[in-house]
T-cell receptor, first 114, second 114 residues
């Protein structure tokens, strides 16, 4: 199993540009989580989906952030327009919706907005 | 407002000795607790978990202790090995099941000296 795959690994962009982060879930997993890691706040949950349906997006900081699951195995997190304070490492994680399986994280996307 | 607190940002121990990593939580609704380990440039990986109906769970060199009355848990690693050097995150969930919405602490950096 290839694990959770995130792309790109690094993204450097200028303020105001649109940024799209991508995530491929582990085959068979049906829960998808987007986390953001910063020095100040640690790992914060942004949004999570069960069976492609967004369950809790209360962690999404602003309307500039949006996440989608166009199919059961893929998700995107979009920031438009990006700002320097969005600079962080963004992690995607997936799991089985069985109540016992732990989250499997991807290796993250390091975003730098200048 | 941090609901899961890892107050010590770092810990250094000698190889072969015990490492004790502490975690406190404030939300009395939390009933499932996990530890994740993270190496640089990788995503967190699941290490061990404990349900609130237990006060101890052991897996090889790793043992997690839960003190519900004190809202405190700890991870013991014995004997510690250089390969254990990583950032350790404590996480908690307010619903039964490991894949529910997890709240993470900021992490503790463990260094095991050869």
């Amino acid at each position: 199993d290839a694990g959770v795959i995130q792309s790109p690994r690094h993204e450097v962009t200028e303020m105001g540009q649109e940024v799209t982060l991508r995530c491929k879930l582990i085959s068979g997993h049906n829960s998808l989580f987007w986390y953001r890691q910063t020095m100040m706040r640690g790992l914060e949950l942004l949004i999570y989906f069960n069976n492609n349906v967004p369950i809790d997006d209360s962690g999404m900081p602003e309307d500039r952030f949006s996440a989608k699951m166009p199919n059961a195995s893929f998700s995107t997190l979009k920031i438009q327009p990006s700002e320097p304070r969005d600079s962080a490492v963004y992690f995607c994680a997936s799991s089985l919706l069985d109540g016992n399986s732990p989250l499997h994280f991807g290796n993250g996307t390091r975003l730098t907005v200048t | 407002d941090q609901q899961v607190k890892q107050n010590s940002p770092s810990l250094s121990v000698q190889e072969g000795r015990i490492s004790i990593l502490n975690c406190d939580y404030t939300n009395s609704m939390f009933d499932y607790f996990l530890w994740y380990k993270k190496y640089p440039a990788e995503g967190p990986t699941f290490l061990i978990s404990i349900s609130s109906i237990k006060d101890k769970n052991e897996d090889g060199r790793f043992t997690v202790f839960l003190n519900k009355s004190a809202k405190h848990l700890s991870l013991h690693i014995v004997p510690s090995q250089p390969g254990d050097s990583a950032v350790y995150f404590c996480a908690a969930s307010a619903a039964r099941g490991a894949n529910s919405k997890l709240t993470f602490g900021k992490g503790i950096t463990l260094s095991v000296r050869p």
